[in-house]
């Protein structure tokens, strides 16, 4: 037969459990201030942070996810994702959540569309990991969020003008157009350059690579080099100069140096502009050369001009001395003619009546 419990006994025991209930209550009041300075924290946040359950539901979503959804914390609270998302970014986030509660292993969700409560469009990036309970069992999953519609933004307002400035720069079938940093190292080219080096030195560039590698003669290396040091002093500079390997092909440019700078007034690097003058400049010469000769032809050329003083008897002509001279050497000295004596058919007669009938 048992025994019942003393009065005693009995109240020794309510105290216990009263203990127990009052540490109890102290511990569920510390998780509770803990996880309230846990929410804090995540509201302070400018970044999106969500829980959801294994479902897709959200159990608990950050002022900053809220705010870039537009509406409150408490709405999200027990809605699906799959409210805020297309049908295309609802399959990619499945698979994704699936392929996290699977492998257990964190995941990276970039560039996803999300609907705005108010039908406004934005791009979300989501870092991912898996919630567990204390026994280690996943009960949802986590996620970091941030805002990237403006980046993206950006980056598409970039990449229109970096196309526009290429579509610019490869325009010119004429003009060598390239850029290099501190370090002799290509940053951009136009087609027309790459061409042009294959053509002068044989070789093939690639962004990231120095010039002055490429260039295979000693002495050119040397003054592109020089060029290339006043541009990075600040300098802007105009040249004619010469430049390829001997053995391809010599062409002649006319080079524009012009020092890249930055925002701080730091010259970063330099660009150079070259037109290809080498058929302009054996035009040049070949006119010079013509001019040349055309000039030394008109000095050799000796013309007869104004009245010349004639004897009416003998026909000498009286120079500018005052001498008479005969008539053929003084038309031989004024000119380019040439005498060869011979006798005319009336002076044969008078000279050689029995020669000439």
């Not at 993206?152 to 325009?171: C, D, H, P």
Request: aromatic share 8%.
């Amino acid at each position: 037969m048992t025994q019942k419990p003393t009065y005693d006994e009995l109240m020794r025991e309510c105290e216990d459990l009263k203990g127990q209930v009052t540490g109890y209550k102290d511990a569920l009041d510390g998780l509770r201030a803990r996880d309230q300075r846990h929410r804090s924290i995540l509201d302070t946040m400018e970044e999106g942070y969500i829980e959801l359950d294994l479902s897709g539901k959200f159990t608990f979503a950050n002022r900053a996810e809220a705010q870039m959804l537009g509406c409150s914390s408490e709405e999200l609270v027990g809605m699906s994702f799959q409210q805020y998302t297309t049908k295309q970014t609802s399959r990619v986030l499945d698979e994704a959540f699936h392929r996290i509660y699977e492998t257990g292993e964190p995941g990276l969700l970039t560039d996803y569309e999300i609907i705005m409560k108010d039908g406004g469009k934005c791009i979300h990036e989501m870092s991912t990991t898996l919630i567990r309970d204390d026994s280690g069992r996943p009960v949802g999953i986590r996620g970091v969020i941030r805002d990237i519609t403006r980046h993206k933004q950006a980056e598409e307002a970039l990449q229109k003008s970096y196309t526009l400035l290429k579509s610019i720069v490869e325009s010119s079938k004429e003009v060598v157009i390239f850029a290099l940093d501190r370090e002799y190292r290509y940053i951009a080219f136009n087609e027309n350059h790459h061409q042009t080096m294959k053509l002068i030195w044989g070789v093939d560039i690639a962004l990231g690579n120095s010039m002055l590698d490429y260039i295979k003669d000693p002495e050119d290396r040397v003054k592109a080099k020089n060029n290339f040091d006043r541009a990075l002093s600040g300098e802007s500079l105009s040249l004619v100069e010469a430049y390829g390997d001997t053995a391809l092909e010599r062409r002649y440019y006319e080079d524009i140096y012009n020092p890249i700078i930055d925002g701080d007034g730091t010259v970063i690097g330099l660009t150079l502009f070259l037109t290809d003058i080498t058929e302009r400049r054996q035009a040049a010469l070949e006119k010079e050369r013509l001019i040349t000769q055309l000039q030394q032809a008109l000095a050799d050329v000796k013309t007869l001009s104004g009245m010349l003083p004639i004897c009416a008897n003998c026909k000498k002509i009286r120079d500018d001395k005052g001498y008479w001279n005969q008539i053929e050497s003084y038309i031989s000295r004024h000119s380019q003619a040439v005498f060869s004596h011979s006798i005319c058919p009336e002076c044969a007669k008078k000279l050689y009546p029995d020669l000439v009938d």
